[in-house]
């Protein structure tokens, strides 16, 4: 790559994007265009003509060969299929590029083998993707040539969502009606738009290919299935926004660059808690925008370490012992006009709109605590949630001092009168300045973090799209948000109801306000005692997506409908057995081929030695070959008889119906027997000769990128 880089010049130079569209299209259609987008309206066949023949006289100019609708099913990647811009040849053999409006609004991607849950037979297997609009199409460049990337929504023949971006959009719409009714109620005469924004921090590791290739777990299951903690891990914190290595920072240069191409705001990088780790964080931006880009920049992550020798991993928990990866989600909402509805000003005790917001998200998220925690459930992440280095799966609300102080006033008279304020802070060197500290100190071990003007949505797995946590934050508000309006329209006096209202919220809903160490075990009682609910691991999570609450939920604000929410239940549970069942088989096989194999040739070996010494004489101590031969004999027994459990578990798993009761029984028996044969192999790792062991260590691993 070239060392100079014109970075305003790259920014978004392969997007379609509104100053391309402005400088290409016709006026009239640019217009109605907009409208669309603004509004949105439906697009006129006639209109998506005309975008469609320039969208493709563009992409030809950008070295495109092929269009593709780009879109999110419920396997957690995007999927697309390819079609070249060709049409049948004429009568002289030659051929024309052609792209249709109708082929840029509609595609029909024969997608049936997506997971639907039930909400279609293969037999009637229709599934049409349609452009979302407000998401601009891109060109994107890789070993296939160029190709034209149309984001788009994925749904049934009959309409229902079979994506993750359709709930997504539904669920802005219902949030930025709700928020405006709120707003107008509080006096707001000037915005026309409230939408949710979020900027998603993405976590992952790099590892050395070579070492990537020799371990079938990371290959199969994306994480290691075995491997002893080597003598350092990342206690000495010294990676942890530490000097980013040479190679690693070739690899951000490049990642940042194809980001920047496709519009994504690659902004703020480092090396984060674990050897091997790193944090990529983009600018946020409206929540499709911010869920598509974040897919894109997940691709990037990974295409870009192939060609630097490495592999990404995005996995939650590629290591046991050290940090798993998250994705940060923070959301806020924010008008058109560019008022943020979550900033509380200089003076929040007496900022009354944001008082009420404030309070209606404690009673959102106190209400629906279990959809929440559901909306960062997946199979990676039940290693890594609580495990006191990611949230605890008790969802809380961090607000800090000042907030919770305002709120305590609240509560206490029923008024707030004064804001603590952030000190000066001293630094005690005379030539650094003293400056303000913030109100409020951060907190890294709370779910859900308020941080100045955002919250922070901490659980979110490494993998997962952002889709999920957004469509429920959008609606658990929307709903907040609705009974306010409905008590404000009806009340006498609206400033009197406001008060009322945050009060009786504020004090309804404390108790899910947690400013403490959420790692600290002392928490998981005191939550208990609170009664917040405590779903700590994915399969115990699901059924938060069908109660009658949350079906009643998202109906109302047409998110999703009941046979929305139970097929999504139904593929979530199908997901979760099939992931732990290719890593019990994963295991086994490793276990099978490779580790026993190994210690059995070291057994061998040990013995041949004790013989051979003892050949020579019958005096030379061989007590430590003794010892280690009888030490690794034992640990291979157990090895061997742990692998056979685990066996007849796998084989028990298909006498379970598919859905809940499947995964219950993996959870509650494959993945301890897994732990069991895990334990002996490790403990293995640490006696065989390192020359003799089948795969690289951790050691190897991390600290060799
Ligand atoms: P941190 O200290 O946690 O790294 P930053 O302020 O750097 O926090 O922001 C982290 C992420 O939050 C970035 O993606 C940033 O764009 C995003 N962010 C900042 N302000 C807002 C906001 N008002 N709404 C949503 N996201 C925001
Ligand atoms: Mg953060």
Redesign the pocket.
Same mark, same amino acid.
């Given at each position: 790559m070239d060392d100079y880089i014109n970075v305003v010049e790259t920014f978004g130079c392969d997007v379609f994007n509104d100053a391309v569209m402005q400088a290409r299209l016709p006026k009239k259609v640019y217009q109605e265009l907009h409208r669309t987008i603004e509004e949105g309206k439906e697009l006129s066949l006639e209109i998506a003509d005309v975008v469609a023949h320039e969208m493709k006289e563009w992409a030809i100019e950008k070295g495109a060969t092929h269009f593709s609708h780009w879109f999110q099913p419920l396997t957690g990647v995007t999927a697309e299929k390819h079609d070249a811009f060709i049409s049948a040849p004429m009568e002289n053999g030659r051929v024309l590029m052609t792209f249709s409006g109708k082929e840029l609004i509609k595609g029909e991607p024969d997608a049936s083998s997506f997971p639907s849950g039930g909400l279609r037979a293969t037999f009637e297997a229709r599934g049409y993707t349609t452009w979302d609009c407000t998401s601009p199409a891109f060109v994107r460049h890789d070993a296939a040539g160029g190709t034209l990337c149309i984001p788009t929504a994925f749904c049934s023949y009959t309409g229902e969502a079979l994506d993750q971006k359709t709930p997504l959009l539904r669920s802005m719409q219902a949030v930025g009606e709700q928020a405006l009714r709120l707003i107008r109620l509080l006096g707001n005469t000037t915005s026309n738009r409230v939408i949710p *924004?979020?900027?998603?921090?993405q976590e992952y590791f790099l590892i050395d290919r070579k070492h990537y290739d020799q371990r079938k777990d990371l290959i199969y299951t994306g994480r290691t299935l075995f491997g002893a903690m080597p003598p350092k891990g990342q206690e000495m914190d010294d990676h942890y926004l530490g000097t980013i290595r040479q190679r690693v920072s070739a690899y951000m240069r490049e990642v940042n660059v194809e980001c920047w191409k496709l519009g994504v705001t690659a902004?703020?990088q480092h090396n984060e808690v674990a050897p091997g780790q790193h944090e990529l964080?983009?600018?946020?931006e409206p929540v499709n925008l911010a869920a598509d880009h974040n897919q894109l920049m997940m691709r990037i992550l990974k295409k870009v370490a192939s060609r630097h020798g490495m592999r990404c991993l995005l996995h939650e928990k590629p290591f046991a012992g050290l940090n798993g990866s998250g994705k940060?989600n923070?959301? *806020?909402l924010t008008t058109d006009d560019g008022i943020?509805l979550l900033d509380p000003g200089k003076s929040p005790h007496d900022n009354l709109q944001f008082l009420l917001v404030l309070t209606c998200i404690l009673k959102a998220v106190d209400e629906h605590a279990d959809l929440l925690r559901e909306s960062a459930a997946n199979v990676g992440n039940d290693a890594r949630l609580g495990g006191n280095e990611a949230p605890p799966t008790v969802i809380s609300v961090f607000l800090g001092e000042q907030l919770t102080d305002v709120l305590d006033q609240l509560i206490n008279t029923g008024t707030a009168t004064y804001s603590k304020e952030g000190k000066m802070l001293e630094t005690g060197v005379r030539t650094l300045p003293d400056f303000m500290k913030d109100a409020t100190d951060r907190n890294r071990t709370s779910p859900f973090a308020f941080?100045g003007?955002?919250f922070?949505f901490r659980m979110v797995g490494s993998r997962d799209s952002i889709s999920a946590c957004n469509v429920v934050l959008n609606t658990i508000a929307a709903e907040a948000f609705a009974e306010a309006c409905g008590r404000i329209e009806v009340a006498d006096d609206v400033e009197t109801a406001v008060h009322a209202l945050i009060k009786e919220y504020a004090v309804a809903h404390q108790r899910i306000v947690f400013n403490g160490n959420g790692y600290a075990p002392e928490w998981a009682v005191e939550a208990a005692r609170r009664g917040l609910p405590n779903l700590p691991s994915m399969v115990d999570a699901i059924p938060a997506l069908t109660t009658e609450k949350s079906i009643a939920l998202f109906e109302r604000f047409h998110v999703f409908t009941r046979t929305e929410l139970e097929s999504r239940a139904e593929i979530k549970y199908e997901i979760y057995s099939k992931a732990i069942n290719i890593e019990a088989k994963t295991m086994i096989d490793i276990a099978t081929k490779q580790i026993i194999p190994a210690v059995v040739k070291y057994t061998t070996i040990l013995a041949d030695s004790i013989r051979s010494v003892r050949a020579v004489s019958e005096e030379i101590d061989v007590s430590v070959q003794t010892e280690l031969l009888t030490a690794t004999s034992e640990l291979l027994k157990q090895t061997r008889t742990r692998m056979k459990e685990l066996f007849d578990v796998v084989s028990e798993v298909g006498s379970y119906p598919e859905g809940q009761e499947r995964a219950v029984f993996c959870r509650m028996r494959l993945v301890p027997a897994m732990e069991r044969l895990r334990k002996p192999v490790d403990e293995l790792e640490l006696l065989v000769d390192k020359e003799m062991w089948p795969m690289p260590s951790y050691g190897d691993i991390i600290f060799e990128v």
């Amino acid at each position: 790559m070239d060392d100079y880089i014109n970075v305003v010049e790259t920014f978004g130079c392969d997007v379609f994007n509104d100053a391309v569209m402005q400088a290409r299209l016709p006026k009239k259609v640019y217009q109605e265009l907009h409208r669309t987008i603004e509004e949105g309206k439906e697009l006129s066949l006639e209109i998506a003509d005309v975008v469609a023949h320039e969208m493709k006289e563009w992409a030809i100019e950008k070295g495109a060969t092929h269009f593709s609708h780009w879109f999110q099913p419920l396997t957690g990647v995007t999927a697309e299929k390819h079609d070249a811009f060709i049409s049948a040849p004429m009568e002289n053999g030659r051929v024309l590029m052609t792209f249709s409006g109708k082929e840029l609004i509609k595609g029909e991607p024969d997608a049936s083998s997506f997971p639907s849950g039930g909400l279609r037979a293969t037999f009637e297997a229709r599934g049409y993707t349609t452009w979302d609009c407000t998401s601009p199409a891109f060109v994107r460049h890789d070993a296939a040539g160029g190709t034209l990337c149309i984001p788009t929504a994925f749904c049934s023949y009959t309409g229902e969502a079979l994506d993750q971006k359709t709930p997504l959009l539904r669920s802005m719409q219902a949030v930025g009606e709700q928020a405006l009714r709120l707003i107008r109620l509080l006096g707001n005469t000037t915005s026309n738009r409230v939408i949710p *924004s979020v900027g998603a921090e993405q976590e992952y590791f790099l590892i050395d290919r070579k070492h990537y290739d020799q371990r079938k777990d990371l290959i199969y299951t994306g994480r290691t299935l075995f491997g002893a903690m080597p003598p350092k891990g990342q206690e000495m914190d010294d990676h942890y926004l530490g000097t980013i290595r040479q190679r690693v920072s070739a690899y951000m240069r490049e990642v940042n660059v194809e980001c920047w191409k496709l519009g994504v705001t690659a902004k703020t990088q480092h090396n984060e808690v674990a050897p091997g780790q790193h944090e990529l964080a983009p600018i946020y931006e409206p929540v499709n925008l911010a869920a598509d880009h974040n897919q894109l920049m997940m691709r990037i992550l990974k295409k870009v370490a192939s060609r630097h020798g490495m592999r990404c991993l995005l996995h939650e928990k590629p290591f046991a012992g050290l940090n798993g990866s998250g994705k940060h989600n923070n959301w *806020s909402l924010t008008t058109d006009d560019g008022i943020n509805l979550l900033d509380p000003g200089k003076s929040p005790h007496d900022n009354l709109q944001f008082l009420l917001v404030l309070t209606c998200i404690l009673k959102a998220v106190d209400e629906h605590a279990d959809l929440l925690r559901e909306s960062a459930a997946n199979v990676g992440n039940d290693a890594r949630l609580g495990g006191n280095e990611a949230p605890p799966t008790v969802i809380s609300v961090f607000l800090g001092e000042q907030l919770t102080d305002v709120l305590d006033q609240l509560i206490n008279t029923g008024t707030a009168t004064y804001s603590k304020e952030g000190k000066m802070l001293e630094t005690g060197v005379r030539t650094l300045p003293d400056f303000m500290k913030d109100a409020t100190d951060r907190n890294r071990t709370s779910p859900f973090a308020f941080t100045g003007n955002k919250f922070e949505f901490r659980m979110v797995g490494s993998r997962d799209s952002i889709s999920a946590c957004n469509v429920v934050l959008n609606t658990i508000a929307a709903e907040a948000f609705a009974e306010a309006c409905g008590r404000i329209e009806v009340a006498d006096d609206v400033e009197t109801a406001v008060h009322a209202l945050i009060k009786e919220y504020a004090v309804a809903h404390q108790r899910i306000v947690f400013n403490g160490n959420g790692y600290a075990p002392e928490w998981a009682v005191e939550a208990a005692r609170r009664g917040l609910p405590n779903l700590p691991s994915m399969v115990d999570a699901i059924p938060a997506l069908t109660t009658e609450k949350s079906i009643a939920l998202f109906e109302r604000f047409h998110v999703f409908t009941r046979t929305e929410l139970e097929s999504r239940a139904e593929i979530k549970y199908e997901i979760y057995s099939k992931a732990i069942n290719i890593e019990a088989k994963t295991m086994i096989d490793i276990a099978t081929k490779q580790i026993i194999p190994a210690v059995v040739k070291y057994t061998t070996i040990l013995a041949d030695s004790i013989r051979s010494v003892r050949a020579v004489s019958e005096e030379i101590d061989v007590s430590v070959q003794t010892e280690l031969l009888t030490a690794t004999s034992e640990l291979l027994k157990q090895t061997r008889t742990r692998m056979k459990e685990l066996f007849d578990v796998v084989s028990e798993v298909g006498s379970y119906p598919e859905g809940q009761e499947r995964a219950v029984f993996c959870r509650m028996r494959l993945v301890p027997a897994m732990e069991r044969l895990r334990k002996p192999v490790d403990e293995l790792e640490l006696l065989v000769d390192k020359e003799m062991w089948p795969m690289p260590s951790y050691g190897d691993i991390i600290f060799e990128v």
